[in-house]
């Protein structure tokens, strides 16, 4: 009789753990299912393009594919929102750009909490961006444009992909610096930012590099400076900004996998490695290397740390520039 309630347990003990595992349960290994990464921007822009690059890597390691959602709107924050809101189980992951830093000084009700609700996993990559203008505007140089905006205050106009976006940040940074006054003409995303300025109608945008520089090797765009302390590796002719006579201006875009706060510890870690895995693969890194994009992986408590410092640098560079989310 003792053998048989024995048996008995056990049998019940497989099938409740068999019940996780098929559920996506506590007792599964994660993970079981497709993996979800939100993108706040439109397809086609660096953050889009990094987190289908990774995600790829990714999928083959973890054996489950990774969807992308690009939810786009209101500098990320639409996206954000959305994750933040999530099951915290890993199957819901924000690949955001480092605008995410700037929105909590920008909009009075994000919907979530930037420190609360959210934490970061990794960052995944480090990016340039690249100020480029139409050629047709006669700017040959970063000075030439400068020159321009001053003699004309107010009258110049640059793009942006949307209000608290990394791209806009940077202008920021850069017209504070430089000492200009100009237009802000925000936009759903990237590309969107980029049509408008090789149509014409936008004079400058500090565009990703793995998104602009395509356009730019076409002779749609040309770049006047990179935002990095130093050049980019794809455009070693073209100075930084600082090099090009604007102190204070340097800028990198990051891009970053973030989660919900109360995901579990050991998912979190998963997402970390796994990441990190894509990261170091000689291919992945060549890939990314072609986009003017640099692998970059940070561990979960550096993020979250960086995370915090910059949401002040943030702070202050929207009160001096007088930012309002419109």
Do not use: C
Not at 105 to 116: E, I, V
Not at 159 to 175: C, D, L, P, Q, W
């Amino acid at each position: 009789m003792k053998k048989i309630v024995i048996a008995a347990t056990m049998v019940l003990v497989a099938a409740s753990a068999a019940a996780q595992v098929l559920s996506g349960g506590p007792a599964s290994a994660y993970p079981v299912k497709p993996i979800r990464f939100v993108v706040p921007f439109s397809a086609g822009s660096a953050t889009d393009i990094i987190a289908r690059t990774v995600g790829d890597a990714m999928s083959k390691s973890m054996g489950q594919p990774i969807l992308i959602e690009n939810k786009l709107g209101a500098g990320g924050t639409i996206g954000a929102v959305q994750v933040a809101r999530s099951e915290p189980d890993g199957y819901t992951v924000l690949v955001h750009a480092s605008g995410h830093v700037l929105n909590p000084s920008l909009y009075a009700n994000l919907g979530y909490d930037t420190l609360k609700d959210l934490t970061g996993v990794t960052t995944l990559a480090a990016i340039p961006n690249v100020l480029v203008v139409n050629p047709s505007k006669g700017w040959k140089s970063q000075a030439d444009l400068v020159a321009a905006a001053k003699a004309k205050p107010g009258q110049l106009n640059y793009a942006s992909a949307g209000i608290g976006s990394a791209t806009h940040f940077n202008a920021e940074i850069f017209r504070l610096q430089a000492g200009i006054e100009a237009l802000h003409v925000p936009y759903k995303g990237t590309p969107e930012a980029m049509t408008n300025v090789i149509g014409g109608s936008n004079d400058w945008f500090f565009a990703p590099l793995a998104s602009a520089l395509p356009l730019i090797r076409d002779g749609k765009l040309r770049a006047l400076s990179v935002s990095t302390r130093t050049r980019a590796s794809p455009l070693p002719d073209i100075p930084t900004s600082v090099e090009a006579g604007v102190a204070g201006s340097d800028y990198t875009l990051w891009v970053g996998m973030i989660v919900p706060s109360a995901t579990p510890a050991s998912v979190v870690k998963k997402l970390h490695e796994e990441a990190s895995k894509a990261l170091a693969s000689p291919e992945l890194r060549e890939r990314m290397s072609k986009l003017g994009a640099e692998p970059f992986v940070q561990s979960t408590e550096a993020f979250n740390a960086n995370i915090k410092i910059e949401m002040e640098a943030a702070a202050r560079i929207v009160k001096a520039a007088n930012l309002k989310a419109q």
